[in-house]
């Protein structure tokens, strides 16, 4: 069997993921793991990823876990055009920085913003965050924005130089977690807004909204009803509410 990939598109690294792979036209199994169905915890899926997260990868015997991973090793294998990941040391070191500043910044807050915002509540958080908690949040994903134009937009077409890379796919799909949720992350910064259309456009407009599509919806998700699975949820989403 070919390349396996286990995504759900509720999740911004699997979008980021699933974007690449169609751009790029790599050929693959997709494997829809639902989270809010607690499909990473069957036995099934911990046989393909023991950390019980998506995205997850089986190429034949080899199984690999962690977006960035993925993606490296996609564009590797795969041979991507040389943008995404390039071969150049100082350009590749430059996605290599971003890459290693996302997870506990843009990624932290973007994630936060939206379960605070959406809360979910009477669904699978229970109370909601209060008011100062969100408005705390929404300050530090405000202060993050700034720092990714200051340190990596710059005056730039993307975040690390003129053509899009992997760290423009990671970052879009991060905020769009955002504005999902309402956040109008866009409408006050036209640079961001303009680096928004320019990835847009690299990506295809199509391929876009198609790996938004879920997520764009995820305030009118039902509710979850098995008591179990409510308790599972509840317990996950609270580190991202408190």
């Known amino acids: 069997m070919g390349l396996e990939l286990y995504l ?15 751009k790029n036209g790599i050929p693959f199994q997709l494997h829809t793991v639902e989270l809010f169905k607690g ?3 069957t036995d099934a899926f911990v046989k393909i990823n023991p950390l019980k997260k998506v995205p997850a990868l089986k190429d034949g015997d080899f199984t690999l876990a962690e977006s960035v991973a993925i993606l490296l090793y996609l564009s590797r294998k795969y041979k991507a055009p040389d943008h995404w990941y390039p071969e ?18 843009l990624r932290s807050c973007c994630t936060r913003a939206m379960w605070q915002k959406v809360s979910y509540e009477g669904k699978w ?3 909601p965050p209060p008011p100062e908690m969100l408005a705390a949040t929404l300050g530090e994903l405000d202060r993050c924005l700034q720092m990714l134009e200051d340190k990596f937009l710059r005056d730039q077409a993307f975040l690390t130089g003129p053509h899009i890379s992997v760290a423009d796919l990671l970052a879009i799909t991060e905020m769009m977690h955002s504005v999902s949720a309402g956040c109008k992350i866009f409408e006050s910064r036209p640079k961001l807004a303009a680096w928004r259309q320019r990835v847009e456009a690299a990506v295809g407009e199509d391929l876009f909204r198609e790996a938004h599509a879920v997520v764009l919806k995820a305030k009118d998700l ?13 317990l996950s989403l609270q580190c991202l509410l408190y």
């Open 222 to 234: 039902p509710p979850v009803v098995d008591p179990a699975l409510k308790e599972q949820l509840k």
């Open 8 to 22: 759900d598109l509720i999740s911004q690294p699997c979008r980021a993921v699933y974007i690449f792979a169609k």
């Open 88 to 105: 150049d040391l100082q350009a590749r070191a430059r996605v290599d920085e971003y890459l290693s500043w996302q997870h506990t910044t």
């Open 125 to 127: 958080a229970g109370t």
């Open 39 to 41: 499909q990473h915890h």
